[in-house]
Structures are given as C-alpha cells and as structure tokens.
C-alpha cells in the first residue's frame, strides 16, 4: 500500500487509536520522553502515519499562524490534532514528530525517509485540494511560500553547508521534499503566454 492508499483508508482508523478520545485534541506533553499513544499504531504503519500526522498537524499550525482570520473556519472543517505542550498548549515544531519516535527507537529513520519524497506531494495535493473545495480564498501558491519560508518550518541551505551530516537528518529531508513536491506543483499550473 502506498502512502496515498495509506491515507485514504487507514489514517483515519490509526489517528483513533493513536488520539482516543475526540474532545481532546491535543497531543505531545511527553512525546520527547515516549512518544504516548504511538504503540497504538501497528510498526508496518507507523511511517507512514508518521508523515501524515506530520503535515496534518503542520498545515493546521500553518492556517493558525498565517491565516488567524480564517483559522477558526477551518479548525471547525478539520478538528486536526494539535501538538502541544504545557497548560497553555503552546505549540511544538511538528518536525518532531517525525524525529523523536526515530531518536526514541520505535522505527528505523530510512523507514520514514524513504516515504518522505511521496508523503510530501501527497500533502501538497491534499492542501490544494481542500483549498479549492472548501475554502477558495486562500491562495496555495501563497500558503505555500508563507510556509516554506516560515522560520519554524524552513532549513535555511547554509545550515546543512555548515554541517554536512545535516544532509541526511530527516526534518532536512522532510523539508527538501516538501519544497520540491511544491516547485513541481507549482510547475504543472498553466502558464500565461506573452502577447
């Protein structure tokens, strides 16, 4: 099953086990110790829920931190899970998502690395998606540029020059195929021809 597939029919199912109880929503108070509710998940679908509950969780902190006028319109669409800590549920970088469960041991990084390039052109897909069904008046090429380029998303290139090991680090690899998944969306749209 690709990770499309995945999405389409399992996500949903493994996002119940995973968050039980749907009036809270929110997740990761000690998901740098032991990464709760993640045993939930069966090990062969732990990449790839992974990587959807990754930018599930990133295009919600997107929409709250660019689109604070339209947040509470699509928070009631989408009632995404929210990673958080404290008691103020004060946001955590969705990158560690993806990280600790691999620092922790719960799956090997070239699972999740090897999805990464897929997982990402799944998500630029579905944003665009949604966009134009349930809420046209957010640009996506805009959305996209606001978080590529968001300093709690963004990799800047002279961090990876400045360390070379960061070439392999998956919030590096997550980063690097989400902007391509977006250069080649970005690509496909029609073009105006000059009169």
């Known amino acids: 099953m690709n990770i499309k597939q995945y999405y389409q029919s399992q996500f949903r199912h493994d996002i119940g086990r995973f968050m039980p ?4 929503p929110y997740f990761g108070h000690s998901w740098h110790m032991d990464c709760p509710g993640l045993e939930s ?4 679908n732990r990449a790839p829920f992974l990587i959807c509950l990754y930018f599930t969780v990133l295009v919600d902190q997107a929409m709250h931190a660019h689109y604070r006028a339209h947040y509470s319109r699509f928070e009631g669409l989408t009632r995404y899970p929210k990673f958080c800590h404290g008691l103020g549920q004060f946001q955590k970088n969705p990158r560690g998502i993806l990280l600790m469960p691999i620092e922790k041991g719960f799956l090997a990084k070239e699972e999740v690395d090897v999805l990464l390039p897929e997982g990402m ?5 579905e944003v665009l998606d949604f966009f134009s069904q349930h809420m046209p008046e957010i640009n996506p090429d805009e959305f996209f540029e606001k978080l590529l380029y968001d300093p709690d998303v963004q990799i800047p290139l002279i961090v990876v020059l400045a360390n070379p090991e960061m070439k392999t680090d998956t919030g590096v690899l997550a980063y690097e195929a989400m902007k391509k998944a977006v250069q080649e ?4 749209k029609p073009t105006r021809q000059s009169t």
Do not use: Q, Y
Request: charged share 35%.
């Open 41 to 44: 998940v069966s090990a062969s």
């Open 185 to 188: 969306r970005v690509k496909e």
């Open 121 to 125: 052109r799944l998500f630029v897909d």
């Open 21 to 24: 109880d749907p009036n809270a």
